[in-house]
């Protein structure tokens, strides 16, 4: 069995990848957010169910500030949604069998991101940094 | 709208050879998703590779444009916004807000329904002391330059953003 090997993030993908996360998250909520609306809750409302600041929270539902982990919980929860953190192993993700992308190849970067470790862990032998995965080229 | 001579993907495909637009490609998973495509001008491109803030504003920008690519809903005036007002109001020009701090817009075009052409970026403050004509005159400029026999498509925000078909 091929052993995992730890990626050592440079400064650009810990930022990648911290930003990665930090929309996901908002999207999250964003799309928790709109789901409730449509039954009635407000900004207001669901500012009050934590006892935060409306505008604060209208900031963050906006995209115009930023927010901790707590309050991420807290605004799901009071939205009605419980949090579930489950971690998919990269080695076990798959192109999609359908892209919009190009035919043009994928930016190749200093970023070797976790695609490249998903083919090391795949791979009999063991890559050298400037592997590259090309994904999902239309014909 | 005319006909080309040369079909647009074949068009596309030559401006990306003359190094006049790329495409945004989200690299972080193996499993990234598109649904719909960002070409990027070159200024764009640099802008979200290297902006002036920093590295960690630009991993916000290439997020937002990987977002955007993967289908996240940008149905939203938080998001997506068409501009509608002044002489040139309702000709197709949206910005992309780049959230959190500090806020930046994001112009283009849509060339086809899930497939968006991002031309300039401000400083949202700077918009809002110069106003927005020195950068809408700048995007048609180059929308005209890249694509001179095509409109921007002019359609409900909705439609704009479906999944990229591959229209002629």
Known sequence: ???????????????????????????????????????????????????????????????????????????????????????ERVEHMRPHNWTAEPYAAPRLTGNMGLTTLAMRTNSSTTSNSSTRVLVGSNG | MLLTKLSTEDHLRKLVDDKKISHHSPG??????????????????????????????????????????????FDDDDLLKNLSKGPDGNIGIHEIKILWFPKARVLGGFLRHGEFVALSHADRDLLATFGFQPIINLVKERWKELFPEREMLNDSRSELLRKFDGAV
């Open chain 1, 1 to 87: 069995m091929a052993r995992f090997e730890l990626l050592e993030l440079d400064d650009e993908q810990q930022s990648d990848f911290k930003a990665d996360g930090r929309l996901r998250a908002f999207f999250t909520l964003k799309k928790a957010f709109k789901e409730r609306a449509r039954d009635g809750v407000t900004v207001g409302s669901l500012a009050e169910a934590i006892g935060r600041d409306k505008g604060q929270i209208s900031k963050v539902l906006s995209g115009k500030s930023g927010i901790t982990l707590d309050t991420f919980i807290l605004l799901m929860c009071a939205l009605g949604f419980r949090l579930s953190f489950v971690a």
């Open chain 2, 28 to 73: 972080l998973w193996p499993d990234r998703k598109c649904i719909r495509r960002l070409w990027l001008h070159p200024v764009v491109r640099s802008f979200s590779e290297n902006p002036d803030a920093g590295t960690t504003y630009g991993a916000k920008v290439r997020a937002i444009f990987s977002a955007f690519v993967a289908g996240e809903d």
